[in-house]
């Protein structure tokens, strides 16, 4: 069964340092992987997705993500924080079934101080 | 603008009352989907739907059912709404197909406070 964990259910920075969120998977097969953003009282919004086309994918708002399969990883990072990005982030997997259910993280609130 | 829309942003009910969630997207999607959302538990599936008149159950479908006649519209229903059941509700749309990676478009939520 395939499953996602995400260390750190709060990470706190400093506006201009570099973000780092932490997702791991588990997946028998070659997963679809993506990380959303959710703002105060709104839905989720794709930050980016990884298809296989490429190990590194780059999405909106400066984020990155850093498909690494021997350590089953999916890493979030941004080289600056901006207070903006105070946010929850979450790391899903897709089941590769007939059901195109996402399987989703815990979460990973970020904090931006100033 | 690929759109998701939901009946109430927020919402608050008595202990016993039937209560409806409306979700309508007009991306022609196929696939619906209702989460709950719950802090440090992330997303968990209700319910979800592949075509019209179809339903599964997902991780936590007890207290709920659902509704889906038209492709555009899936509604969730809480038969008789009970405190725990206070809580944030996502619904979500995905394509059919492969190509889409499952990738789904969420609506702003639907903030349930029962009394």
């Known amino acids: 069964a395939q499953s996602v964990t995400q260390l750190g259910s709060h990470v706190s920075v400093s506006e201009g340092a570099l973000v780092l969120l932490r997702c791991n998977y588990s997946s028998s097969v070659p997963p679809y992987l993506f990380w959303y953003v959710q703002y105060p009282n709104q839905g989720l919004q794709l930050l980016l997705k990884y298809t296989s086309a490429a190990t590194l994918v780059k999405g909106i708002n400066g984020f990155e993500a850093e498909f690494k399969k021997s350590e089953t990883s999916f890493h979030l990072t941004k080289p600056s924080a901006h207070m903006s990005d105070a946010a929850e982030y979450f790391c899903a997997v897709s089941v590769k079934d007939s059901s195109y259910k996402l399987i989703f993280g815990s979460g990973t609130r970020l904090l931006v101080r100033p | 603008d690929v759109k998701v829309t939901q009946s109430s942003r927020y919402l608050v009910k008595r202990t016993g009352e039937k209560v409806f969630l409306e979700c309508v997207q007009d991306?022609?999607?196929?696939?619906m989907f209702w989460y709950r959302q719950d802090p440090g538990l992330g997303l968990r599936l209700i319910y979800f739907?592949?075509?019209?008149?179809?339903?599964e159950k997902g991780d936590i479908p007890e207290g709920y059912s659902v509704s889906r006649e038209k492709k555009e519209r899936f509604s969730l229903i809480l038969e008789s709404a009970s405190t725990n059941q206070t809580s944030m509700y996502l619904c979500a749309s995905s394509p059919a197909g492969t190509g889409s990676y499952n990738e789904q478009f969420f609506g702003p939520g639907t903030r349930l406070t029962v009394l």
């Open positions: 739907s592949y075509d019209v008149k179809m339903k």
């Open positions: 991306m022609d999607h196929e696939n």
